[in-house]
Every structure is written in C-alpha cells, then in structure tokens.
C-alpha cells in the first residue's frame, strides 16, 4: 500500500497569512495528486486534482504543486471561510489511500 | 448537477450485514470512465476508501475488506449499492459515495462530487 503523510497536523494562522501544507507519498505517485477541504460536518470537497489543477469554482487563492513523492497545497491569502481540515489523496493505484489530515485554524 | 445521496440503517448490531444504499442524477454510469466509489470517516478520524465501480462494472476493494465487501450498481435506477458483512463496532462511521469523473487528462483519477454522508452506527 503507498502511505500518505501530512504535515504539519495543523496549525493556526491569521487571514491574509500564505499557508502551505505538505503530503508526502510513500513511493513514486508521479502526479496522482488530489486535495480535498472537509467542514466539520460537511463532505469532503475536491480542490486540486492532478496535483496542480484548481478544480472548477474554486478560489484562485489555492494552488498545488509536486510530483513524484512531495506536494504542497498553499494558500496564498487565507480567508476566514478556509478554516477546515485538509486532507491529501493518492490515486496512483487505485487502492486509493488518503492523508492523515491538517487541521487548519483561523487566528 | 451531479447529486448524490446515501441511504441506509444508522444503526447496525454486530455481526450483522450493512446494506448502504447511493442514489445519484446528472450523470449515467454506464458512460465510459465513469465510477462510483464508497469512502468512510469513522468520528474524529481521517478519510478511508472503501471500495469503487466503473461504467463497465470492474469493481475494486480495499485489500484489507475485501472478504467483506460487495459493491453493485443497477445502471437504469441510477443506484449503487454497498454491502458490508459481520459489522464490527470499528465500523462505526460515515459513509460517503462520491463521483469518479472520466478521467478528463492527464493523471485525473478524483473524487469530484461527494454525497451528504450517512451516519452508520455499530452497537449492541
């Protein structure tokens, strides 16, 4: 099974501040990438796929990059709406695996 | 609009066999490179993949569950169905479907539209 790792597992950080989250990948996943936001409660929501493509209705202010084993997802001026947890997917094999999670928290 | 929407019992004995229940519209499953894939959250944990079927009925299952797990789809009631046998309270969850797109380009293999998630509780 290729793991998933994320850090940090969360941070707190102000609005208008750059966020970066990491999702490392266990092996080579080339650039089978996929983002997703979760609200508490809520379903997941698909930000990237293919590790960098913003997926449509998305704010242009979330951006991903990476490939092979190291992605980031950054933020580039966080707003009080994006608080939520963060989560990273591998769709190399389709024993798709996801990230631990980052907890994202609005000062 | 791609919706989707589980359903099924909240409540589960163990042992028992958990039939969950997609209903979805705006899209069909048997265009090519379409799926439908089962993801779980049990409380306070992270996301876990379950099991996925695409428009020509390959299916394919967590390694882990597979003994356990049956996925099926009636194309025309535009349904998927999810089976889990000898529940456990670890399964204690929600239960997400959720759209696999064709896959549009290059390295595009996502979830792009999720269900509400249903609640699935395992308890004596």
């Known amino acids: 099974d290729i793991q998933m790792t994320q850090s940090p597992s969360s941070l707190s950080a102000s609005v208008g501040d750059r966020v970066t989250i990491t999702c490392r990948a266990s092996?080579?996943?080339?650039?089978?990438l996929n983002w997703y936001q979760q609200k508490p409660g809520k379903a997941p929501k698909l930000l990237i796929y293919?590790?960098?493509s913003l997926q449509s209705g998305v704010p242009s202010r979330f951006s991903g990059s990476g490939s092979g084993t190291d992605f980031t997802l950054t933020i580039s001026s966080l707003q009080p709406e994006d608080s939520a947890t963060y989560y990273c997917q591998q769709s190399y094999t389709t024993l798709y695996t996801f990230g631990p999670g980052t907890k994202l928290e609005i000062k | 609009q791609i919706t989707l929407k589980e359903s099924g019992p909240t409540l589960v004995k163990p042992t028992q066999t958990l039939t969950l229940t997609c209903t979805f519209s705006g899209f069909s499953l048997s265009a090519s490179g379409v799926g439908v894939g089962w993801i779980r959250q049990p409380p306070g944990k992270a996301l876990e993949w379950l099991a996925l079927i695409y428009w020509n009925d390959d299916k394919r299952y967590r390694p882990s569950l597979k003994s356990r797990l049956t996925i099926t789809k009636d194309t025309s009631k535009k349904q998927v169905v999810l089976k889990m046998t000898n529940m456990d309270p670890v399964d204690t969850a929600t239960y997400y479907c959720a759209h696999r797109p064709f896959p549009h380009g290059n390295y595009v293999d996502c979830f792009d539209y999720w269900g509400q998630g249903a609640l699935v509780t395992v308890s004596s």
């Open positions: 293919a590790a960098s």
């Open positions: 092996q080579s996943i080339s650039r089978y």
